[in-house]
T-cell receptor, first 116, second 111 residues
Framework: GQQLNQSPQSMFIQEGEDVSMNCTSS?????WLWYKQEPGEGPVLLIA???AGELTSNGRLTAQFGITRKDSFLNISASIPSDVGIYFC????????????????WGLGTSLAVNP | DSGVTQTPKHLITATGQRVTLRCSPR?????VYWYQQSLDQGLQFLIQ???????AKGNILERFSAQQFPDLHSELNLSSLELGDSALYFC??????????FGSGTQLSVL
């Protein structure tokens, strides 16, 4: 079945550093979503991307929808301790048939640790 | 606050028992999703309901079942519980664009 390859699996960085992570797939997606999960909480949507080549920012976060529609990237600039968490990518497939049964495929997450 | 409400927050039970997890979606959302997340694992999709009907099934065990009621709240029933069922269970609802909004989860501990 479809799956997303998310990398790196984990990162340990110093406060102030920039962070990059990505998701790749052999499938083409219509939408890319990036989520952040903090311990004991549910994932929270950070950025949604809808068009190939789209570059969207949310504060210090920037995400891009790859031109091939098979990948996406998330960058965090000038990291701070509260950036700690697990970042998940998710790709949304939209079938040709009508109806609300879009399929969301998840990466396994990138665990980010920030050393103050 | 995502607008998705899950109860209870924590649940401790014994093997062989049955529990029910409850979820209220965001106002206006018709779809409800259930996910399981084990320690240090990704999100495993269990099942989706749309406006009361089952729409998609993932890796849901036969011991587990779910339903969505006319008021759109959903329940996930877990029966004959095993130690390996201990996990975080998340409910999410989606908007018309397909973006998921998650509840804060139910931490299930099977002892």
């Amino acid at each position: 079945g479809q799956q997303l390859n998310q990398s790196p699996q984990s990162m340990f960085i110093q406060e102030g550093e920039d962070v990059s992570m990505n998701c790749t797939s052999s499938s083409i997606f219509n939408t890319w979503l990036w989520y952040k999960q903090e311990p004991g909480e549910g994932p929270v949507l950070l950025i949604a991307l809808y068009k190939a080549g789209e570059l969207t920012s949310n504060g210090r976060l920037t995400a891009q929808f790859g031109i091939t529609r098979k990948d996406s990237f998330l960058n965090i600039s000038a990291s701070i301790p509260s950036d700690v968490g697990i970042y998940f990518c998710a790709g949304l497939l939209r079938p040709n048939n009508a109806g609300n049964n879009r399929k969301l495929i998840w990466g396994l997450g990138t665990s980010l640790a920030v050393n103050p | 606050d995502s607008g998705v409400t899950q109860t209870p927050k924590h649940l401790i039970t014994a093997t062989g028992q049955r529990v029910t997890l409850r979820c209220s979606p965001r106002s206006g959302d018709l779809s409800v999703y259930w996910y399981q997340q084990s320690l240090d694992q990704g999100l495993q999709f269990l099942i989706q309901y749309y406006n009361g009907e089952e729409r998609a099934k993932g890796n849901i065990l036969e011991r587990f079942s779910a339903q969505q009621f006319p008021d759109l709240h959903s329940e996930l029933n877990l029966s004959s519980l095993e130690l390996g069922d201990s996990a975080l269970y998340f409910c999410a609802s989606s908007d018309v664009g397909g973006k998921l909004f998650f509840g804060s989860g139910t931490q299930l501990s099977v002892l």
